[in-house]
Every structure is written in structure tokens, then in C-alpha cells.
């Protein structure tokens, strides 16, 4: 069955750059789908922070788009997350998803924390 699981240092320093990768198996990210991270801030609802399809069309949402680079490894079937600059906000549970065509969200990883503190 597809899974996906995030991995990435659990603590960044202000202004530093956080990198996740999220590892898919039971399917290759280069079928018609689109890759996605989304966070949940504490207390607060899910962010959505952008996506990736595997021909490398990539959406941003606008509030992360200046900062943010999203990108694909077809050999370790996985793909990056990129913020720059994090701050103390940046604190959140990060998850990836895969998003259809239709935009449903069947498949996430379980999420993993990250907090940015120095």
C-alpha cells in the first residue's frame, strides 16, 4: 500500500533553512499525482504549503511562496521540502501528503514536529 514518511531535524535555528524528505513506497512519485507538505501550527488548523507534480509543475501558497522551494528525487522516489528564513512561527507539525487530480488527499505521513527556537 502507498505510505509516506517525513524525516528532517526536529530543531532549527531562527533564520535557518528547515529541510524535510518525505519517502514514498508501494507507488513511484512519477505516476499523475501531486506531492504535497502541509502543517499544523499549534493550536491552529492545517496550513496547506504547496505541492509538486512529477513533471516539476510546482504551486505555492502564496503566504510561503517567496521562501519555499519544493522538489523531486525520482532515484530515492522522494521528495523535499525547502523553507528558508524560518522563524519561532515556523513551529509545526509537518506532514506530506499525496494529492489526486481531484485534490483528495488519501495518502499522509504521520507527521513529524519541528520547532524553531534557538
Known amino acids: 500500500q502507498v505510505q509516506l514518511q517525513e524525516s528532517g531535524p526536529g530543531l532549527v535555528k531562527p533564520s535557518q533553512t528547515l529541510s524535510l524528505t518525505c519517502t514514498v513506497s508501494?507507488?513511484?512519485?512519477?505516476?499523475?499525482?501531486?506531492w504535497a507538505w502541509i502543517r499544523r501550527p499549534p493550536g491552529k488548523g492545517l496550513e496547506w504549503i504547496g505541492y509538486?507534480?512529477?513533471?516539476?509543475?510546482?504551486y505555492y501558497s502564496p503566504s510561503f511562496k517567496i521562501r519555499t522551494s519544493i522538489s523531486l528525487d525520482t532515484a530515492k522516489n522522494s521528495f523535499t521540502l525547502q523553507l528558508r528564513s524560518v522563524a519561532p512561527e515556523d513551529t509545526a507539525v509537518y506532514y506530506c501528503?499525496?494529492?489526486?487530480?481531484?485534490?483528495?488527499?488519501?495518502?499522509w505521513g504521520q507527521g513529524t514536529q519541528v520547532t524553531v527556537s534557538s
Open positions: 509538486i507534480g512529477y513533471r516539476g509543475d510546482s
Open positions: 508501494g507507488t513511484s512519485i512519477t505516476t499523475d499525482y501531486y
Open positions: 501528503a499525496r494529492r489526486s487530480i481531484w485534490y483528495e488527499y488519501a495518502y
